[in-house]
């Protein structure tokens, strides 16, 4: 159980372009979703925290103009790289927690790599 | 300002024997920590917690120990195996931030025949 998916698993656009992330709970029902992103040899760094129905909470340095993240159901978030540069360029993680889960329970995806050129 | 910090990038360890891996962190709130394993290209997989209100957790090979006073845990396992080669990441969480996770910068872990 707790399965979490990502799509797609990579994915190269041009500079300028926007692409779409999806994020899905396969087996559970998510409340809580979170976005990461990791650079090569660093750690995963918290984007934004998103909960079913409301808008997301970005945390500093974030611009949420930039990443657009919608979570309109129980089981699909997706992240919006708009106008994307090639300093966008990363390893983009969601994570979920779910409507049973303990406080600090978060189901990692396998993740997607943005390329921009 | 990174709060969780690992500071040995890489560690090799020898099968059979046992792989310590260290994480520090700053901020006195964070009263719950985890230990991650992470392969190249994947999310990372949860592997053992502890609460601040223990020093040590154990969950098969694997075993957490904490201290609080120097704001220092570590990984312990053992014995290890070649499957245990992959990166471990320390992540911590205070409470009142709601389970969000602030993850050190991680550590390889190579296993040698």
């Known amino acids: 159980g707790a399965v979490v998916s990502q799509h797609p698993s990579w994915v190269i656009c041009k500079s300028g372009t926007s692409v779409k992330i999806e994020c899905r709970s396969l087996?559970?029902?998510?409340?809580?979703m979170f976005w990461y992103r990791q650079f090569p040899k660093q750690s995963l760094m918290l984007m934004a925290t998103?909960?079913?129905?409301?808008?997301?909470?970005?945390e500093q340095g974030v611009e949420k103009d930039k990443f657009l993240i919608n979570h309109a159901s129980l089981t699909l978030s997706t992240l919006t790289v708009t106008s994307a540069h090639p300093e966008d360029s990363s390893f983009y993680i969601c994570?979920?927690?779910?409507?049973?889960?303990?406080?600090?329970?978060?189901?990692f995806g396998p993740g997607t790599r943005l390329t921009v050129t | 300002d990174q709060q969780v910090k690992q500071n040995s990038p890489s560690l090799s360890v020898q099968e059979g024997r046992i792989s310590i891996l260290n994480c520090d962190y700053t901020?006195?709130?964070?009263?719950?920590f985890l230990w991650y394993k992470k392969y190249p290209a994947e999310g990372p997989t949860f592997l053992i917690s502890?609460?601040?209100?223990?020093d040590k957790n154990e969950d098969g090979r694997f075993t957490v120990f904490l201290n609080k006073s120097a704001k220092h845990l570590s990984l312990h396992i053992v014995p290890s195996q070649p499957g245990d080669s992959a990166v471990y990441f320390c992540?911590?969480?205070?409470?009142?931030?709601?389970?969000?996770?602030?993850f050190g910068a991680g550590t390889q872990v190579v296993v040698t025949p």
């Open positions: 998103s909960n079913e129905g409301s808008k997301a909470t970005y």
């Open positions: 992540a911590a969480s205070a409470e009142q931030s709601w389970g969000k996770l602030q």
């Open positions: 087996d559970f029902q998510a409340t809580t």
């Open positions: 502890i609460s601040s209100i223990k």
């Open positions: 901020n006195s709130m964070f009263d719950y």
């Open positions: 994570s979920a927690r779910g409507l049973t889960s303990g406080p600090y329970e978060q189901y």
